[in-house]
């Protein structure tokens, strides 16, 4: 069966006027999470609904929990073991990533960042494809650590969905311009369904976790009720 973005699809659906849009588009197709390219078909090999993001990315956004790696996205891990110069760090998925003590801002033979077995971290994913396994660093192009790294003890870190992560990360997703607001914190969100945050007291840290677990299931509309509830519990505790 032949779909259209917006639609909802299962695995073996086609999109075969894919082509067609880009050539009218001129712009390069990126083919996300969820598709596969055949000749000039592209498939459906995961149930959701066909996204399109500007400028001409296609993805399969779907209830999914477990985190396929992809080049260049930002992911949070925890440190698990310690080897020689490399870091091991869990990020959810099939296999863990390796994270060299050289791939931070600075670092050196003699100035190593200094993580333990536990340490959460906040990586960008260098390499990931089936035949290796993925490798992390902490810096971007520039070289400069621009908020990635170690990530504080004091913050909270908590599991969702990734197709949650992917709603809140959307420019047109006003939850985190509400929420800071009323509240200060701070926020670092991983492709790989993880969320850190820390925020000014234990209450507050937890009450922005629940507003954002609540958003999944919350139209964009009616956002603006869920922050004003999280602000009169606040004021209830406080």
Do not use: H
């Amino acid at each position: 069966m032949e779909v259209n973005v917006g639609d909802v699809v299962m695995p073996g659906d086609s999109i075969r006027n894919i082509k067609k849009e880009g050539k009218e588009e001129k712009e390069t197709i990126i083919l996300g999470p969820g598709l596969r390219r055949e000749d000039d078909v592209v498939y459906i090999c995961k149930a959701g609904v066909l996204r399109k993001r500007e400028p001409v990315v296609y993805y399969v956004d779907g209830y999914q929990k477990r985190y396929i790696p992809s080049r260049g996205e930002n992911v949070i891990g925890i440190v698990t073991q310690k080897s020689g110069d490399i870091y091991k760090v869990d990020i959810g998925a099939s296999e863990q990533a390796t994270l060299s003590y050289l791939a931070f801002e600075g670092a050196t033979k003699k100035n190593r960042p200094d993580l333990q077995v536990g340490d959460v971290v906040y990586a960008k994913l260098l390499v990931a494809s089936r035949d290796m396994e993925p490798e992390l660093v902490c810096v971007d192009s520039q070289g400069k650590e621009n908020e990635l790294g170690q990530l504080s003890s004091d913050g909270m870190m908590f599991t969702c969905s990734l197709s949650l992560v992917r709603k809140l990360l959307n420019p047109d997703c006003p939850l985190f311009r509400m929420l800071g607001r009323s509240q200060a914190y701070e926020i670092a969100a991983g492709m790989n369904g993880r969320i850190w945050i820390k925020a000014r007291t234990v209450q507050e840290t937890i009450a922005v976790a629940n507003a954002i677990l609540a958003a999944e299931y919350t139209l964009p509309s009616e956002m603006q009720k869920l922050c004003s509830k999280i602000e009169k519990t606040l004021l209830l505790v406080m």
